[in-house]
Nanobody, 117 residues
Framework: QVQLVESGGDLVQPGGSLRLSCAAS????????MGWYRQAPGKQRELVTN???????NYVDSVKGRFTISRDNAKNTVYLQMNSLKPEDTAVYYC???????????WGQGTQVTVSS
């Protein structure tokens, strides 16, 4: 079975940093596009960033220059380094794995990130 397990969410002060991890199993990790989505209370889930199997990354404008996505195929893990955090970054962050040729789409359970003083 496919599992995506997120970790690293926490309470952090504005301006602080967090590093999220997502460990995948049950998929050929290296061929999947991996991504991070987030959902704040009362808002729709949005794509924050993703990274292709070839290592190309995309970011929503609101996090450009602050967040960095990376992947370690040997560890079947994708990371999200979040710096200069703002209160508006507060949300549940979800890991995703997509393989477009097959229409495969998997999600983790989410990890809470709260940015507050």
């Amino acid at each position: 079975q496919v599992q995506l397990v997120e970790s690293g969410g926490d309470l952090v002060q504005p301006g602080g940093s967090l590093r999220l991890s997502c460990a995948a199993s049950g998929i050929i990790f290296s061929i999947y596009t991996m991504g991070w989505y987030r959902q704040a209370p009362g808002k729709q889930r949005e794509l924050v960033t993703n990274i292709s199997s070839g290592g190309r990354a995309n970011y929503v404008d609101s996090v450009k220059g602050r967040f960095t996505i990376s992947r370690d195929n040997a560890k079947n893990t994708v990371y999200l380094q979040m710096n200069s955090l703002k209160p508006e970054d507060t949300a549940v962050y979800y890991c995703s794995a997509k393989y477009y040729p097959r229409g495969d789409d998997y999600w983790g359970q989410g990890t809470q990130v709260t940015v507050s003083s």
